[in-house]
């Protein structure tokens, strides 16, 4: 007498939970070998090699029957130790899914065995991992049949298995026997689950009450309401009303998936009329079905292969049942399925916005998220597969590509993410509402159900087991308090679960102490219990289950091509966030049982994160540009040179025109008429481009982090990286600087773009929550800088500063005449002459080298910028002084004397002719004197800019400049003072360039300097030989920029002495003053012939008295006494007159 099964001993469970994930496990493992097997770069080398081909073909042939003695197989000896260490992960996951066979065929028996009853309405945890047990079985062994070279791959392995262990690997003829059973392995499966029917047909008949209601077309879904908190006001706060919870989140294509698998294995039961219409259905649903990842079958193909396999059944008729459900799948399911995702953009978008609104409706329904969640996951993977899979050219029907094209499937993926969002956040008032409910409706409703049990007169006694598990469950949610929740204690209802879980499988059998089918009620009751701590402890879960969409992670084009299509289209910015979001789902696709492809999948979320929101700020930072580039031309149109038009226009309005026929033009048009608006319909370009602004910056502004791997990407620190780069190159382009034709854009005219751009940027604060004033304080501090710290690139400052020295003062210094230092304008300004260069033509030098344009220049380079511009400058007076002191030493024996002979004429008048290079002397000291002028003109400017800038800061640097005593303190206080624009009376940036000069062939410094005094006093009367040292009483200056001498000669001297000397400036220059005064004295003392020669001496006359004027260490007194001031006065007044006759 057999003795009877106890369900309890069973534990299946147990056994369902465990070989469920394990099967998922193993479909992950033969999913990355398939793929691994089918790409070249991957696979071991060994199997691409064209010499081993015929070993390959012999294995392929004979296998599994190998003699692995044969002479073909030798070749295998010499690489056995790469084989076996290749192959091995490859050989052990297919020995791996034999076990899993074998445990899954037992469970299997013993449930057929136990005569389960399976109704996925009462026992919805059985019956569920019953089904996904077989459909990942399927699965399985079907994807196992795809894979390529497995046969080689597995007989290889146990050749070289055996050349090293001299003996085959003990799991090899089982191993081989399954290869070849399930070649076509639905043949193979159909014959194991003949007994097993038993079981599976009542499982798939009780989804014929569930999966009717959920596939329904989009105009049925609006006229039920589903979805819709609207649709009855009155019961918006009551829990929904529903006895099969968990079916109504149920993945519809699980759903379809055990149909139409099921079915295949028991196709002689299609007779009956309710499986029949699940099959009819399901199959009309579409023409894909997954079976792991982006692992497909064109699933009609694939059951008309196999019923045509199976001979003596005469399915003729079902054979053309399929084709026609299949005509009908491609005809109409595709417009099916785009309408539903229509439905759903609305749906879901209306439960978003009333959940944020109120969001203690998350408690009552809560269901209708991870409803929401499930059907349009669902709607994506469907739309994925078919997608990437289009159907053979073979079939007549042509397909819409609008339909599977859906430019606004980026706002459903963001109101599903939405939703997802706002359970995380509100999850406190999730866990305090359903445990409220627990403990004060489901525990009282359990423990009545209970005593019915109890009480019920059919039952005998509640068997000990199931009276536990009962016992248990009502005490564990009976003593939940919502103090829990306010104390953020941690829940934990798995044990809950899991004994539910047993209970069902221990009420289910026959035989059964307490019958399950006998208390629907406390079935469906417990089920409701099962959700409701569900959404106490595993809220994540549950979200990862319902609205998972790590299957993009195997959809990359298709993935890359939704989110190039959301940036085309304006409409889709604001939903473009969701892509990144959506890569921190990639890691969800792994599993246990594969780590290996852990890295290789977070990589790729990473990657793709990154690339998103990359593309995102480049799309922002585009729209930012050209917004930007509109304002800069709004801006320029207001420029004060622009008004000169309208002035002549408005003058000639006035002037009688007695030629009628020539009339002016039309009006240009004045800035402001693009702000006049006739119609607010009109979208100007403007309008569009904020639009997009909007949107972007929304998308950026969604969340503040997005969690990839390991990886956490806050999306607004992105974009600022990227806008930061973005306005340091337009900065630096709005310079307009061009190397090879030396054009710059005016400093003023920059900064007038820089400060509209500004103006733009500020106005992205009320887009985007950023600091823009962190971006400032990051990009303008490196414009002082000679190079920025982004890319190393040269900046406004080394730019302006090149500009300056290498293109306008060198042509200063080289077209003399033509470019003229005015101390009177303040400015270097271009001179009309009869043979001005077609180079200077264009360059006004006034238009860049007057306060105006400086200030502009100190405006946009900061006293750093300046710094840097001043140490460039006496970079190169310091190469002059150097080239002036070799001029020294070449005539320092005639210097020498002349120092010591300069009050006797004679002498004097030899010696000079003995001295060289006095014009070479005289242009040096010119060049520097006009860098010293530019220099004393940015110091200028940049005094006006601080002073307006930072008074009080300025006003204490005065100060300290006034007061501190001559001592060590003054250096600092100096170079601060300089720094700051203020005049020393030698600037610190020169002594720094002439103290880090080489001593010139070892010669006495100070004894140069001195002669150096003596050779520019001597050699100055020579100026009044040239045309151009004529002074110009309009510009307060000499054409030939000599009056520039006078700060070159006091800086000079300044820090020569200062640097070599004892501190005898004052002696020195008394020296300089004295010879200079003897050499022009001897000027009016000189012939007739000589005084034509001299005709420019007046304007050399003057120039001794802008030395004294300029100089801090001599007074009038001193010139007076060394040259008389009638002759200063009568300079002046001649060359005043001679300047009002050439005007």
């Not at 564990?476 to 919502?482: C, E, F, N, R, W």
């Not at 006095?918 to 040096?924: E, F, G, I, N, Q």
């Not at 050399?1100 to 004294?1108: A, E, G, K, P, S």
């Amino acid at each position: 007498m057999s003795r009877a099964m106890v369900p309890s001993q069973q534990k299946l469970a147990e056994k369902l939970t465990i070989l469920n994930d394990r099967g998922r496990g193993m479909l992950t493992r033969i999913y990355n070998i398939k793929k691994m097997l089918t790409k070249t770069d991957s696979k071991p080398a060994f199997l691409s090699d064209k010499s081993l081909d015929s070993v390959f073909k012999y294995l392929h042939k004979k296998f599994p029957n190998i003699d692995n003695h044969a002479g073909a197989l030798q070749v295998i000896n010499n690489i056995k130790q790469d084989v076996v260490k290749s192959l091995s992960l490859y050989y052990f996951t297919f020995v791996d899914i034999m076990d899993f066979k074998d445990h899954v065929v037992d469970l299997l028996t013993t449930i057929d065995a136990c005569q389960v009853h399976m109704d996925v309405t009462l026992n919805y945890d059985l019956t569920v991992n019953y089904l996904n047990l077989i459909s990942t079985y399927v699965s399985l062994m079907i994807l196992m049949s795809r894979v390529e070279d497995r046969r080689v791959v597995l007989s290889l392995y146990n050749v070289a298995y055996e050349y090293l262990n001299a003996s085959s690997d003990p799991s090899f003829p089982r191993l081989g026997q399954m290869v070849i059973d399930y070649d076509i392995p639905l043949r193979k499966l159909s014959e194991e689950f003949v007994p097993h029917s038993r079981v599976v047909v009542p499982a798939l008949l009780s989804l014929h009450k569930i999966y009717p209601k959920r596939n329904l077309p989009a105009d049925q879904m609006r006229a039920t309401g589903m979805l819709s908190l609207l649709a009855e006001p009155l019961k918006i706060m009551n829990v929904p009303n529903t006895d099969m919870v968990q079916c109504e989140y149920l993945s519809l294509d699980s759903m379809e998936k055990w149909i139409i698998f099921s079915m295949m294995l028991c196709h002689t039961y299609l007779q009956e009329a309710q499986l029949w219409d699940l099959w009819k259905t399901a199959l009309q649903s579409g023409y894909i079905v997954q079976l792991c990842r982006d692992e497909v079958l064109h699933i009609h193909s694939y059951i008309n292969t196999f019923f045509e396999s199976l001979k003596g059944h005469n399915l003729h008729k079902r054979i053309t049942e399929v084709k026609d459900l299949q005509h009908q799948a491609l005809q109409s399911s595709p417009a099916i399925h785009r309408e539903r995702r229509k439905f759903l953009r609305s749906a879901l978008k209306e439960l978003a916005l009333i959940f944020t609104d109120q969001p203690g409706l998350l408690g009552p329904k809560g269901l209708y998220v991870f409803q929401a969640l499930a059907v349009a996951r669902d709607e994506i993977h469907w739309l994925l597969r078919h997608f990437d899979n289009p159907p053979s050219k073979k079939h007549t029907v042509k397909l819409s590509q609008e339909d599977f094209v859906d430019r606004q499937l980026p706002e459903l993926l963001f109101n599903m993410e939405e939703l997802k969002s706002l359970l995380r956040k509100y999850n406190q008032v999730v866990q305090r509402y359903f445990v409220q409910y627990l403990a004060g409706y489901d525990a009282v409703l359990l423990n009545q159900l209970i005593q019915e049990i109890t009480n019920d007169s059919n039952l005998a006694h509640c068997p000990e087991d199931e009276s536990v598990i009962l016992s248990s469950l009502y005490n564990t949610i009976a003593g939940l308090s919502v103090k829990q929740v306010e104390a953020n204690e941690v829940f934990d209802f798995r044990g809950v679960r899991l004994d539910w879980f047993r209970l069902q499988a221990y009420t289910s059998v026959s035989r059964a102490g307490l019958v399950l089918r006998d208390h629907q009620d406390l079935g469906k009751h417990l089920n409701m219990i099962v959700f409701h701590t569900k959404l106490v402890d595993y809220l994540d879960e549950l979200i990862n289950e319902t609205g998972d969409l790590s299957i993009y992670c195997f959809y990359h084009q298709i993935f890359e091509h939704q989110f190039k299509q959301c940036m085309e289209f304006p409409a889709q910015h604001r939903f473009s966030i969701v892509f990144p979001i959506i890569c921190g789902h990639f890691m969800n696709a792994t599993h246990e049982l594969c780590p290996e492809e852990r890295h290789s999948i977070g990589t790729t979320s990473v990657q793709y994160a990154h690339w998103f929101l990359k593309e995102m700020s480049d799309e922002v930072n585009q729209v930012i540009t050209a917004i930007c580039e509109e304002q800069c031309m709004l801006n320029y149109k207001l420029l004060p040179k622009h008004s000169a038009a309208s002035i002549l226009q408005s003058s000639n309005k006035h002037k009688k025109n007695k030629d009628k026929k020539k009339q002016v033009g039309p009006e240009e048009e004045k800035p402001g008429t693009e702000s006049v608006r006739k119609n607010r319909e009109n979208f100007t370009r403007m309008d569009k481009l904020h639009m997009a602004l909007t949107e972007l910056c929304y998308a950026i502004n969604h969340c503040n982090v997005i969690q990839v791997w390991e990886h956490g990407f806050v999306p607004r620190e992105f974009f600022i990286q990227h806008l930061e780069t973005r306005f340091n190159k337009a900065l630096v382009g709005m310079m307009m600087y061009n190397p090879d034709t030396s054009e710059i854009a005016k400093p003023s005219e920059l900064l007038s773009s820089v400060k509209a751009i500004m103006s733009v940027l500020q106005g992205l604060e009320n887009y985007v929550q950023i600091d823009i004033a962190r971006v400032f304080n990051s990009v303008l501090p490196q414009q002082t800088q000679a190079t920025d710290s982004f890319n190393g690139e040269k900046t406004i400052t080394a730019n302006y500063t090149n500009w300056y020295l290498e293109v306008l003062l060198r042509r200063v210094t080289v077209n003399i005449g033509q470019i003229v230092y005015s101390p009177n304008h303040k400015a270097f300004v271009t001179v009309a002459t009869d043979n001005n260069s077609k180079e200077n033509l264009y360059l006004a030098a006034e238009e860049y080298a007057d306060l105006t344009e400086l200030r502009a220049l100190a405006e946009l380079i900061g006293p750093y910028g300046m710094r840097y511009l001043g140490e460039r400058l006496m970079g190169h007076v310091a190469s002059q002084v150097d080239e002036l002191k070799k001029l020294v030493i070449q005539n320092k024996e005639v210097l020498f004397n002349m120092r010591t002979s300069f009050d006797k004429p004679e002498v004097m008048r030899d010696l000079f002719r003995r001295l060289g290079n006095v014009d070479s002397v005289l242009m040096r000291m010119t060049i520097i004197g006009i860098l010293l002028s530019f220099r004393s003109l940015a110091q200028d400017a940049l005094l006006d800019v601080l002073e307006d800038r930072i008074p009080f800061l300025m006003a204490s640097v005065q100060d300290l400049q006034h007061f501190v005593p001559n001592m060590k303190d003054t250096k600092v206080v100096n170079e601060m003072a300089s720094a700051a624009g203020l005049s020393c009376d030698i600037d610190p940036l020169l002594i720094s360039a002439l103290r880090s000069q080489k001593n010139v062939a070892n010669e006495s410094d100070y004894e140069l300097a001195c002669l150096l005094m003596v050779f520019v006093a001597v050699s100055i009367p020579t100026l009044a030989k040239k045309d151009v040292s004529v002074f110009k009483a309009s510009l307060e200056g000499n054409l030939s920029n000599c009056h520039c001498l006078a700060k070159a000669v006091n800086q000079i001297a300044g820090a020569l002495f200062t640097i070599h000397g004892p501190g005898d400036v004052s002696d020195r220059l008394q020296e300089f003053l004295a010879l200079a005064s003897s050499s022009l004295l001897r000027l009016g003392q000189s012939q007739e012939q000589e005084k034509e020669t001299f005709k420019n001496r007046e304007s050399v006359y003057i120039l001794l008295d802008l030395i004294v004027q300029e100089s801090p260490y001599l007074t009038m007194d001193l010139l007076e006494s060394c040259f008389p001031y009638a002759l200063l006065r009568n300079a002046y007044h001649t060359v005043y007159k001679a300047s009002a006759v050439d005007n």
